[in-house]
């Protein structure tokens, strides 16, 4: 029997993501590095009292009739962001560094449902963020960081002076599925990014218990140079292309 | 009272600082306008923390647009010789490992002794830490450019800052609409002023007592 890793639907790729689960999303502003295929089917799944963690929690989509989000306009195609689950309640708590600012008449999801007390929120500064999520990814259980000391990041949690530099002691970040989006892969599941959309993706392959890579096409195996792939195979568990994979059940 | 400066001329009198081969990181909104004056036969690379180092000029038209090449701002970038991508991780490692030389930021308060604070208004919770208390924290060198006072005037140099900080200590030199002020461990030394602009002008709009050296300059501009 040979390896595959390519699923042959998104929906299948993401049946087992169960409630309550913590889910890593990759992504970063308007760059085409949102698994948006994944997250419509984690939408259709419906699992619900997930817990999200990204840079950004995302817009969502706007009502029909109301004025457009906040940030930027222009998305790729076929574009969906995490706000897509806050919108439709299966969100319970964000851990997220850019959330941008909540406008009134204009609110994102994320900023709605914070202000009516219906979802939590861990603010993490970005490296950190991205640090924590490493530290898992390479059994780190936690590390001290001067990020955050002597600001309210440190509240409850123990410092220490290193170096003579005061540090802050965060705790890898433990997910259950990471969601990420690349473009092209092989069966294998090795992965190549292209530019600025690597991002968080880049981090968080490999860093929860099931990897569920998005990529645009599959190659053969032998089809990536070897010196070019970004994320080893080894940290990838399933793949779906949109060009070979169904966006349906 | 003389004209305060446009972000335009704070952006080109920030760029001033940028010295030959240095790696400079820009936070959004003023700094990023920065990019535009590199002075003449200096060569810098700039780095965005999601994941690109030696990138170009924000795009100008919509066929220069690519939804693989943007800056940390969100804004679309051109490409350049020399450019690489990496993920997070490693872009923040380069932050935190203390291997940028300048960061650029825009700020809402600073104090005397260079604590900066420039993520969170109150009322406007959560906020949006983003990459900027790593930054703060990691980059040999921080300038904060911003307003030098809010729209209702008051100063936003302050003895101490009222807002939640990003970072204590961590401000080397203010760039503002009306002056040039560094932070020392003596205090806020001014080193210019804007043209019009006197010293008592400035001292007026801040809190804390500035030194005002011998050498004082008018920003060449």
Redesign the interface.
């Known amino acids: 029997m040979s390896i595959n890793k390519l699923y042959d639907s998104f929906d299948n790729a993401v049946a087992d993501v169960f409630d309550g689960a913590v889910i890593l999303i990759g992504g970063?502003?308007?760059?085409?590095?949102c698994p948006s295929y994944l997250i419509r089917a984690l939408y259709r799944k419906g699992a619900k009292n997930l817990t999200l963690v990204s840079?950004g929690p995302g817009q969502g989509r706007p009502k029909p009739g109301a004025p457009p989000p906040p940030?930027?306009r222009?998305r790729?195609p076929n574009y969906d962001d995490g706000g897509l689950l806050i919108q439709n309640g299966q969100v319970i708590k964000c851990v997220c560094?850019?959330?941008?600012?909540?406008r009134p008449g204009a609110m994102s999801p994320f900023h709605q449902l914070?202000a009516d007390g219906k979802m939590a929120?861990e603010?993490?500064?970005?490296?950190?963020l991205?640090?924590r999520?490493?530290a898992s990814k390479a059994g780190v259980p936690a590390f001290y960081?001067?990020?955050?000391?002597?600001?309210?990041?440190e509240k409850g949690k123990e410092t220490r002076m290193i170096d003579g530099k005061m540090c802050v002691l965060e705790h890898a970040l433990k997910a259950d599925f990471a969601l990420v989006r690349a473009n092209k892969s092989d069966r294998w599941g090795n992965l190549v990014?292209?530019?600025?959309?690597?991002?968080?993706?880049?981090?968080m392959a490999g860093a929860a218990k099931v990897t569920i890579a998005e990529v645009n096409e599959m190659v053969e195996l032998g089809g990536l140079d070897p010196e070019g792939i970004?994320t080893p195979s080894i940290y990838v568990n399933r793949v779906c292309s949109r060009k070979d994979s169904r966006e349906g059940a | 009272m003389a004209e305060r400066l446009d972000e335009q001329t704070m952006a080109l009198r920030v760029a001033r600082e940028f010295e030959n081969g240095m790696v400079v990181n820009l936070g959004v909104g003023i700094p990023t306008l920065t990019s535009n004056y590199v002075p003449e036969g200096r060569e810098v690379i700039f780095q965005s923390e999601n994941g690109c180092l030696g990138y170009g000029r924000v795009a100008q038209t919509e066929a220069e647009q690519d939804f693989n090449l943007i800056n940390a701002g969100g804004q679309f970038v051109i490409g350049n010789l020399g450019m690489c991508f990496f993920d997070h991780a490693e872009s923040f490692s380069m932050i935190r490992g203390g291997h940028i030389d300048l960061c650029v930021l825009g700020g809402l308060q600073v104090s005397e002794k260079g604590d900066l604070a420039n993520w969170l208004i109150p009322g406007r919770e959560p906020g949006s830490i983003g990459g900027g208390m790593d930054l703060a924290f990691g980059a040999a060198k921080l300038i904060v450019v911003m307003t030098h006072s809010t729209k209702e005037n008051e100063p936003k140099i302050l003895k101490n800052c009222s807002y939640a900080l990003t970072a204590p200590r961590c401000v080397d030199l203010v760039v503002t609409d009306i002056a040039v002020i560094e932070v020392t461990d003596k205090g806020l030394v001014l080193k210019e002023t804007a043209p019009g602009w006197t010293a008592k002008e400035v001292q007026a709009l801040t809190e804390p007592t500035l030194i005002i050296p011998p050498d004082l300059k008018v920003m060449s501009l």
């Open positions: 970063f502003g308007p760059a085409d590095g840079n940030g930027p222009r790729p560094a850019f959330p941008g600012f909540g914070l929120v603010l993490v500064p970005q490296g950190t991205a640090e999520i490493r960081t001067p990020t955050g000391a002597g600001t309210i990041i990014y292209q530019g600025t959309s690597r991002n968080f993706n880049g981090a970004a």
